[in-house]
Every structure is written in structure tokens, then in C-alpha cells.
């Protein structure tokens, strides 16, 4: 069992930077693949990043590449997202999801545990 508490959202403008984190609680973090998603009012929850356990192999949506990067320090039992350069269509509440998987990790299906989210702004 894994519980998930996102945390650093909120407001800040466009072409700034925030860093949301995502504590989990578990002693078997490091063998979850973590990943962030977002949903944006009136849209489907989309896949953002995603961070495999067994590799550190990492993987973006293309909306976010290059802006966007996940890490995560296993000796804490945390991920991060570090979002840069800040787009108002990044607006949207960002999920933290853990999963025991590999594979097909851009897809919401594949994780079993998630956290409540937080709400990140962005203003032009």
C-alpha cells in the first residue's frame, strides 16, 4: 500500500518556475514507477512525466519536454516535477500516481495509487 501527498503548487506567472513534490508513505518506494499527471477544468487527465523504478528511465508528455523534469530521491521517499518556462495552459491540478509497473507508463490506467493533487496557476 502506498499514499501519496502532493505538495508546491500554486500561483506564478508565465515564463516562471515552480517545483511540486510528492511524498510517499512505504517502505518499497524505490520499486514504484512514479509518475505526474494534470487535469485542466472541462479536460481529460493527462500524463506528464514519469520516472521508472527500475532504470530511472524518464518520460515526458511532448507538451512538456524540455520545460519539465522529474527526479526523485528514493532515500526520502519523494518524487519531483521541476517546471520551468510556465505556459497558462499548464494551468491545471497535478496528480502524483504510483505504480508497480514498467510499461505503458503515459497511461492513467496503468497506476493503482494516487494522491489528491495540487493546484498549479499560471497567469499571463
Known amino acids: 500500500q502506498v499514499q501519496l501527498v502532493e505538495s508546491g503548487g500554486g500561483l506564478v506567472q508565465a515564463g516562471g518556475s515552480l517545483r511540486l513534490s510528492c511524498a510517499a508513505s512505504?517502505?518499497?518506494?524505490?520499486?514504484?514507477?512514479m509518475g505526474w499527471f494534470r487535469q485542466a477544468p472541462g479536460k481529460e487527465r493527462e500524463f506528464v512525466a514519469a520516472i521508472r523504478w527500475s532504470d530511472g528511465s524518464t518520460y515526458y508528455a511532448d507538451s512538456v519536454k524540455g520545460r519539465f523534469t522529474i527526479f526523485r530521491d528514493n532515500a526520502k521517499n519523494a518524487v519531483y516535477l521541476q517546471m520551468n518556462s510556465l505556459k497558462p495552459e499548464d494551468t491545471a491540478v497535478y496528480y502524483c500516481?504510483?505504480?508497480?509497473?514498467?510499461?505503458?507508463?503515459?497511461?492513467?490506467?496503468?497506476?493503482?495509487?494516487w494522491g489528491r493533487g495540487t493546484q498549479v496557476t499560471v497567469s499571463s
Open positions: 512505504g517502505r518499497t518506494f524505490s520499486t514504484y514507477t
Open positions: 500516481a504510483a505504480t508497480a509497473l514498467i510499461v505503458r507508463l503515459t497511461e492513467d490506467t496503468s497506476y493503482g495509487y
